[in-house]
Structures are given as C-alpha cells and as structure tokens.
C-alpha cells in the first residue's frame, strides 16, 4: 500500500488504533482467563541486610505463564492491568498465594522473613485494611510477616484518605514500604506525614553507582532523609561488588538485585533461604 492522500492516512492511523484495542482487549480476556486457570504465579527475590548479608524478607513479584507466550513479565500486562481495573483481582490472587506461601514456608520451619507484596494506587482503598486482616488472620500469620510496598503515584489521591488507610494499615502490625522512591512526585512536606517503614532506592538510581557522580548523590540523599525520618531505606537493582560497597559505606540498611539473586520460584527461595540461615554459611554482604 502507497498511501499518499489524507484519506489513506486515516485508514492506517485508525487501523493501527484498531490493532492497539485488539491488542488490549486479547490481553485483558487473556488475564481473565488466566486468573481463573492458574496461570499466574509468584516469583520471590529475596533481600538482604547489610553488613551481615543475612536475607530478611523477600519481594513477591507476578508472572504470567502464558501457554503460547511462555513466562510474561509484569510490566506487560500490569499497566493494562491498571487502567482497565483488573488490578485489584491480580492483587487480591497476589496477597492470597503470598500468604499461602508464608505459611507454608512458616510450617516448614524457616526462619521467619518479610514477605513484601506490590499494591497498585487503583488497589489502595478503603477495603484494603480489612482484606489484608481478614487474610493474615486465616492464614494464621503475624502481621509482621507481611510488608506492603506501595509507590508514590497511590500518594498522589487524596492525601488525607490515603493516610487513613496507612494508619489503619500499620496500626495492625503490617507494614508499608515506598518503591522506586525519587522517581515520582511526592513532596517532602508529606513524606513526613506517612506512617512508612522503609524507602526503596529505585533501580534507576543504583544502575549510576559509582561512576554517575548524580546517581550517587541521589543515592546518598535519599538514605539521608530516610535516617533523618527514621526509616529504614533498602537499595533495589544491585547488581554490581562496586554498587554494594558503596551503598554500604553510606549506611544503607538493605539490598536487592542479581548480585545476590534473581526473583526465585518458590522451592529454590526455599532453599536460599535454609543456606542462607546455616551458621557456617559465610555472609556475602559482609
Ligand atoms: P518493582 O516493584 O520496582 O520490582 C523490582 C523489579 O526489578 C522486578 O521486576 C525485579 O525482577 C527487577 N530487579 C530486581 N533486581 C534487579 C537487578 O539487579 N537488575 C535488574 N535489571 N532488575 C532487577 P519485575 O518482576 O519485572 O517487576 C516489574 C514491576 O512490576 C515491579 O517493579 C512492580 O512495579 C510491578 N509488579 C510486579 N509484581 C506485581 C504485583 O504483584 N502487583 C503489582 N501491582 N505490581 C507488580
Ligand atoms: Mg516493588
Ligand atoms: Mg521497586
Ligand atoms: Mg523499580
């Protein structure tokens, strides 16, 4: 096809509009089906203190095991997932296997962690306290095993809705994280009003350390408000002996990345996890 006239023009913008559509609409019955078929599962990426390199929790992260596509990774259907609402369905299957897991890794006898589940804005409601209690309490679990990260565009609805459901959240023993911290609009002014308990440092930042003098800077700010606001503030995206030692001189509580190990399906966190706890092991973060 040569196209050339205004007319042709218009049939291939709206011929592409129409394959974007088909495009959302094969991915959001796709993701119906697929939270009906068991086709989403949970990977784990542990994470790691500093200086005892002693894992202390893990991050669930979704996957869609898609039966034509093979492993499909959040970032192509969780944005979807968001704008249609289908997100809050994805995060209820999300919290409901992530305390089914803890309790099984609680049965088995491992060493108690922190097990961090992403929340969408869309998921962060006045039911949520209520959903997250109601799940924790059948799954016998304590609330401390369960920390919630939640990123800066949720802090950008009504502020003083959003704190209620913190507080009600927090005041139950769960708690909250900020992920890709830096990368988004909350104010400082606000940051203080939060009841959170951890900053993450986004990946986007660490990948710069220590070459990008910015990336550093950044880094190093972002772990300085945290300690002045008494959070605890975990690195993600470390990759890199150069990037760990520096985040570690800097006081950096807390690491995530390849460096240490990728997201993990469960029977391999499971056994992360038991090397990791060995006495004689020695630590890596050390
Ligand atoms: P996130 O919460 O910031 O998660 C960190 C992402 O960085 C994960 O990607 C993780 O696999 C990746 N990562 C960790 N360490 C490294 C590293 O050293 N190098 C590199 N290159 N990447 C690293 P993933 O699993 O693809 O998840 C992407 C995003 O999708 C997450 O970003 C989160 O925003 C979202 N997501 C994942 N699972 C869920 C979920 O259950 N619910 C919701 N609402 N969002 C989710
Ligand atoms: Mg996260
Ligand atoms: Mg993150
Ligand atoms: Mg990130």
Redesign the pocket.
């Known amino acids: 096809k040569q196209g050339g006239s205004d007319g042709d023009h218009i049939a291939f913008y709206s011929q592409d509009m129409n394959q974007g559509m088909q495009e959302r609409m094969r991915i959001e019955t796709g993701l119906r089906n697929a939270l009906g078929n068991g086709e989403l599962m949970?990977?784990y990426?542990p994470k790691y203190s500093i200086p005892d390199g002693k894992i202390i929790g893990a991050?669930?992260?979704?996957?869609w095991r898609h039966p034509e596509r093979g492993l499909v990774?959040?970032?192509e259907f969780?944005p979807l997932a968001?704008a249609t609402g289908l997100?809050v369905q994805?995060?209820e299957w999300?919290l409901e296997t992530a305390c089914a897991q803890a309790q099984a890794w609680k049965h088995a006898g491992l060493p108690p962690i922190r097990l961090a589940?992403?929340?969408?804005a869309r998921?962060f409601t006045a039911a949520l306290p209520g959903r997250v209690s109601e799940t924790l309490k059948r799954y016998g679990l304590e609330p401390s095993w369960l920390e919630l990260?939640i990123?800066e565009s949720t802090l950008m609805n009504n502020i003083d809705r959003v704190i209620g459901i913190m507080d009600r959240i927090t005041a139950m023993g769960v708690t909250l994280s900020l992920?890709?911290f830096g990368t988004g609009y909350s104010s400082l002014s606000y940051l203080k009003r939060f009841p959170i308990d951890t900053l993450?440092i986004?990946?986007s930042f660490t990948i710069g350390i220590p070459a990008d003098v910015n990336d550093c800077a950044i880094a190093n700010t972002i772990i300085s408000i945290a300690q002045q606001l008494k959070h605890k503030v975990i690195a993600?995206?470390?990759?890199t002996a150069e990037q760990l030692s520096f985040l570690k001189n800097s006081g950096c509580d807390e690491v995530?990345?390849?460096?240490f190990s990728?997201?993990l399906e469960a029977e391999a966190f499971e056994r992360a996890l038991r090397e990791n706890w060995l006495p004689e092991t020695s630590s890596r973060a050390a």
């Open positions: 949970l990977h990426q991050e669930a992260l979704v996957r990774p959040p970032s969780i968001e997100v994805v995060g999300v589940v992403n929340v969408s998921e990260e990123t992920d890709d993450k986004d990946r993600e995206g470390v990759e995530q990345g390849y460096l990728r997201p």
